[in-house]
């Protein structure tokens, strides 16, 4: 079995949440009991399912054998208490430290004449409700909770309990996506070098601070409809001495930014946080927001279509015990149809996989492959004014 590496040992930085020996060793506990639930009690399930005997034709079917066996009923339990432990510990964790952890972000994103403030905050954006109103897998309060002026909490408990949640696998500064797609851009495209790049949904910017190490002369623009993950975000950047990425509060689906105006559009693990209405419009933003011979990519999940009934199943688990209202939907809609309706030509349109480097090493191993976390992506590259999609 992997082991993750203790808490102690994710990236430190002057944002980061101070803990007590008592909370690390919490937060490892979390850490190990879903690295068990992964790699011992998943298997039990897979082996119950196939004593059954039975041929389901869909995830549905195999929901109705499946949801009262005990090997499952272990698992999703065990899945859905370590999810509420973490979101408890890490509640108590920044709850004894919300107004220093304000402070310190108020500190870290005020802007000087060294290091011009780059965070963009509008009260006046209007936060989509499947946001604003929904408390993302098991989160309270969601991404947009104020508990006090300019608040950071949810957003330190995002920072400090993913950890826990993917089992250390993340590596220690939690962007495992953001390398698997500087990985992918560095094997396929080696030459594609862009020179405006913009983060969709970037939350706390773990996985826009890859992007700057690969193209260190790129202007990055991170958006985000949730100001308390902007702030933390801009502070976090800033404590690991990235100054020069813009974070701004923008709905992903109709931003302020001009047309034509970028040559890298992506998003890492958004898709699925959005909804029947916005998805189109986001993958329409895409689209605006490229120039010809840009490059979107959208990395997320894998889609079912073309997983087998039983693994469908598994992977639904978060959309009906983790609240993830869209999870579901998004997984069965047909996004390289999608991507076309939103403006891409059919021919530009592609799906991939993108695989995380092991964060010990700058470079993946052939091992590193084997279980490194890797994301299913969909993309597009923008036609060129005049050429056609072959040309
Ligand atoms: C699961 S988080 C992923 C954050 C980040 N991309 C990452 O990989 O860590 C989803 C983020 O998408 C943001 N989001 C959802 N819909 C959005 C929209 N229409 N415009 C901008 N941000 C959006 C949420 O506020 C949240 O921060």
């Known amino acids: 079995m992997h082991h993750p590496l203790p808490w102690h040992r994710i990236a430190h930085h002057d944002m980061l949440v101070e803990t007590t020996h008592d909370e690390r060793a919490r937060l490892d506990t979390i850490a190990h009991l879903n690295v068990f639930a992964a790699q011992r009690l998943a298997p039990t399930v897979k082996a119950a399912f196939e004593r059954k005997g039975v041929t389901p034709i869909d995830r549905h079917e195999v929901r109705q054998v499946m949801e009262r066996d005990p090997a499952f009923r272990a698992w999703s339990l065990v899945r859905r208490n370590t999810m509420e432990m973490r979101q408890k510990t890490g509640r108590e964790i920044v709850g004894r430290q919300r107004e220093s952890l304000r402070d310190k972000a108020d ?8 290091k011009r403030s780059r965070l963009h905050l509008d009260p006046s954006l209007d936060v989509p409700r499947y946001v604003a109103g929904v408390d993302q897998h098991l989160m309270q309060g969601g991404y947009t909770a104020e508990w006090l002026n300019r608040d950071v909490s949810n957003a330190a408990n995002y920072d400090a309990g993913m950890f826990a949640t993917v089992g250390g696998s993340a590596g220690p500064h939690n962007d495992a996506a953001g390398r698997a797609l500087c990985e992918w851009l560095r094997r396929e495209f080696p030459a594609f070098v862009p020179s405006r790049i913009v983060d969709l949904g970037c939350g706390l910017g773990h996985n826009t601070l890859p992007l700057r190490q690969l193209f260190p002369a790129a202007e990055i623009v991170a958006l985000d409809v949730a100001a308390p993950m902007l702030r933390y975000g801009h502070a976090r950047a800033r404590a690991l001495g990235v100054n020069d990425i813009e974070f701004r509060q923008e709905d992903a689906t109709r931003t302020s930014l001009a047309a034509h105006s970028a040559d890298l559009v992506f998003s890492t693990m958004v898709l699925h946080e959005t909804s029947h209405d916005a998805l189109p419009r986001l993958l329409q933003e895409s689209h605006r927001l490229l120039r010809g011979g840009g490059l979107c990519i959208h990395l997320e999940q894998p ?89």
Do not use: I
């Not at 500190?107 to 060294?114: F, H, K, P, Q, Y």
């Not at 530009?348 to 091992?367: G, I, M």
């Open 107 to 114: 500190r870290l994103n005020l802007g000087n004449d060294a």
């Open 303 to 391: 889609p079912y279509r073309g997983l087998n009934p039983f693994e469908q199943f598994m992977r639904d688990w978060d959309g009906r015990y983790n609240n993830e209202p869209f999870w579901s939907a998004l997984h069965e809609s047909d996004l390289r149809q999608m991507m076309t309706k939103a403006g891409f030509s059919e021919d530009l349109v592609f799906e991939t996989r993108c695989v995380a480097p092991s964060w010990q090493s700058s470079r993946p191993t052939e091992e590193d492959f084997g279980r490194a976390p890797a994301w299913y992506a969909v993309g597009a590259w923008q036609a060129v004014e005049g050429s056609t999609a072959e040309g």
